[in-house]
Each structure stands twice: as structure tokens, then as C-alpha cells.
């Protein structure tokens, strides 16, 4: 092991580092409902541009389409994780309501629970009876408790309204990226695909490569793993218009 990195460990593992964790108030990340919306709202939008361009669409059009599935999609999207979060957290709700009921009701049978958790945790004897007499004595810890060893919920779901803008907001900002070629000036038609191209690329990479680095991944792998997903799709959304346009000049 490098000698660096254990003293690191060292000293994030002190009493004090260790107290000061402990203590730091823990709250919903939001990161992944940002990084859904980033990439969602990059691909789609990327998708629509390289299907217009295949299917042989004026940049108007490309420009239209682009911004109304941005504004649409990424409202539907936030809508969606909204609702979606709103759900998990009136289901920890109840069950924690449910579980209040059980302890106030039948006490014992609920101790009985506490204590099966926790003897298949591994702990017998004068200790699993502490812990037992330590958890039910805090009726929150208690309440907690069961709902994460029971249920397998966790205890603190994410706040819906924060959650569903954090992911139309990413969708927006990062979904118009591939669409900034065709309405900024200085962009002539034959470089405004290539400029859609390597913004949309530079953004996959970027959101990736943040991930990665947050997450604790290998940035640059993590990086070029979401350029591969949104190049696919793009190839696939170009492919489909190219196919139905000459489909059509056939058909005509």
C-alpha cells in the first residue's frame, strides 16, 4: 500500500477526523438526480439534431424541434422525478406511521423484532439484550430502526420539489448544449453540425469525467463510458432519419 495514501487513511480515521463525520449533518445528495437530467436532457436533445440532419431538415426545423423537446421533455422529466421522489417519501411516511402504531399497540412483539435483527446480525447474550434495551428505549432509534432493518427503506428520502428541479435545471442547461451551434452567430452551416458534435461530446465527457471524480472513479474512464452512451445514441438517432428519409424519397 502507498505510504501516502495510509497516512491519509491515518488521519481520516483519527478520533477527532472520525467525530467531526459523525457530527456533520447528513442530508440527500442530489448528485445523481443532476447527473440523470445532464445526460437524459444531452442525449435527447443530441438525438434530435442528428435525426433532423439525417433526415435532411433545415436548420429552422432542427432549431424548433430542439427547443421544444428540451422545454418538454425536461419538464416531463422533472414532473416524472418529482413525482417519483414525492412517492418514496409518503411510503417512508407510512411505514413509519404503521410502525409507531405497532410499538404503541404491541410493544413486545416489536422488541421480539429488534432483538431477530440483530441475534442474525450476529449478536447473542448479554450484548443483544443491551442492544435491544438500548434501541427501544429511544422511541425514534426505535421507529429508525425498523424502518431501514425491517422495511429496507431509508430513513431520509430526498425532497421531491429540490429533486425534480435539480433535474430539470441539468436537463436544460446541459440539454442545450448541442443546439448552441445553430442559434449563436458565427456558426456558418457547415460547421454547426461539427460544432454540435464536439460540444455534446465535450459535455458527455465533462458530466462523466465529474462523476467519476465525485463518486471516487477513475474520472477519465468514467469520462469516455459516457461519451460511448451518447455517441451511440446519436449514431442511432442519425441512422433512423437517414433511413426513413431515404424511405420516403422512395415511397414519394
Known amino acids: 500500500m502507498d505510504a501516502h495514501y495510509y497516512e491519509q487513511l491515518e488521519r481520516e480515521h483519527a478520533h477527532g477526523a472520525i467525530q467531526a463525520r459523525l457530527d456533520r449533518k447528513r442530508g440527500?445528495?442530489?448528485l445523481g438526480?443532476?447527473?440523470l437530467g445532464g445526460i437524459d436532457g444531452c442525449v435527447t436533445t443530441f438525438a434530435v439534431v442528428a435525426g433532423s440532419i439525417g433526415g435532411g431538415f433545415p436548420n429552422m426545423v432542427i432549431v424548433v424541434l430542439g427547443f421544444a423537446n428540451l422545454l418538454a421533455?425536461?419538464?416531463s422529466m422533472g414532473v416524472s422525478n418529482y413525482l417519483g421522489a414525492k412517492?418514496?417519501?409518503e411510503h417512508v411516511e407510512g411505514t413509519r406511521r404503521s410502525e409507531e402504531e405497532h410499538i404503541?399497540?404491541?410493544?413486545?412483539?416489536e422488541r421480539r423484532e429488534i432483538r431477530a435483527i440483530f441475534q442474525r446480525k450476529g449478536f447473542g447474550g448479554e450484548t443483544l439484550e443491551q442492544i435491544v434495551d438500548t434501541i427501544t428505549q429511544d422511541r425514534e432509534l426505535w421507529v429508525n430502526t425498523m424502518i431501514a432493518e425491517e422495511h429496507g427503506l431509508a430513513v431520509e428520502e430526498a425532497d421531491p420539489r429540490k429533486a425534480g428541479l435539480v433535474t430539470f435545471l441539468a436537463f436544460l442547461l446541459v440539454g442545450a448544449i448541442p443546439?448552441?451551434?445553430?442559434?449563436l452567430?458565427?456558426?456558418?452551416?457547415?460547421?454547426?453540425l461539427m460544432g454540435s458534435i464536439i460540444g455534446t461530446a465535450l459535455a458527455f465527457f465533462l458530466v462523466g469525467a465529474g462523476k467519476g471524480v465525485i463518486l471516487g472513479q477513475r474520472w477519465a474512464r468514467s469520462g469516455l463510458h459516457t461519451l460511448a452512451i451518447g455517441a451511440s445514441v446519436a449514431a442511432l438517432a442519425y441512422v433512423v432519419g437517414r433511413l426513413l428519409r431515404e424511405a420516403y424519397g422512395l415511397l414519394g
Do not use: N
Open 28 to 30: 440527500h445528495t442530489y
Open 33 to 35: 438526480d443532476a447527473i
Open 185 to 192: 452567430p458565427g456558426f456558418t452551416p457547415p460547421f454547426q
Open 104 to 109: 404503541d399497540t404491541i410493544p413486545r412483539g
Open 73 to 75: 421533455d425536461g419538464f
Open 179 to 183: 443546439l448552441l451551434p445553430f442559434v
Open 87 to 89: 412517492s418514496r417519501r
